[in-house]
């Protein structure tokens, strides 16, 4: 922990929470430029589930003043790699159909990383899904979390890259539910 938090700040990261104690292990919270917060987080016990089937996709939207910042410090700290960088990115992502907007995606140890660079001009629920998560069958998981009480706030829509919906959970949590063709 006590290195993350030294190499965060070296890549230009501000350290909001210093590391504290929790029952399984230590947290921090950095804030990269751009405004990004991150939790840091080191456990001493070992989860307990089966692994993944996909990586879930972290997404963050900021300024275009600040996005050379934000991806530098990111790839300096995670030590990752932009996936691709689409200047003229579908707007229909973000709720805005007639507009385009920069999509950059990232791939590190932590995981994938979608960064939305808007004007921050975004309606509601675009900017409060944190969270991407990669289904085998987009139909079958959407009617599967609408009998588990998931509601549907934006209706499925494809990209080139992709079929989406976003939905909202019981309790408030948003977030995106894709998958990708096969090639």
Do not use: C
């Not at 405004?35 to 987080?41: D, R």
């Not at 275009?64 to 991806?71: G, I, K, L, P, S």
């Not at 159909?97 to 994938?112: L, Q, T, V």
């Not at 139909?139 to 209706?155: F, I, Q, Y």
Request: hydrophobic share 40%; no cysteine; charged share 25%.
């Amino acid at each position: 922990m006590n290195a993350a938090i030294r190499e965060a700040r070296a890549t230009g990261a501000d350290v909001l929470v210093t590391p504290y104690d929790d029952p399984i292990g230590k947290d921090a919270v950095i804030q990269f430029p751009g405004g990004v917060n991150t939790q840091l987080y080191w456990h001493t016990a070992s989860p307990s589930f089966a692994a993944l089937q996909t990586i879930p996709e972290n997404r963050v939207y900021v300024s275009a003043d600040r996005a050379e910042a934000f991806v530098r410090s990111f790839l300096a700290f995670a030590h990752g790699r932009i996936v691709s960088d689409e200047a003229h990115a579908p707007g229909v992502e973000i709720g805005r159909p007639n507009d385009n907007y920069r999509r950059i995606r990232i791939e590190s140890k932590f995981g994938k990383l979608t960064v939305s660079v808007t004007d921050g001009h975004l309606p509601y629920p675009y900017g409060r899904e944190l969270t991407g998560y990669e289904v085998a069958d987009l139909s079958t998981t959407l009617e599967k979390a609408k009998a588990a009480g998931v509601e549907v706030l934006v209706p499925p829509y494809k990209t080139n890259e992709r079929d989406a919906v976003l939905v909202q959970f019981p309790g408030g949590y948003i977030a995106e539910i894709h998958s990708t063709p096969k090639k």
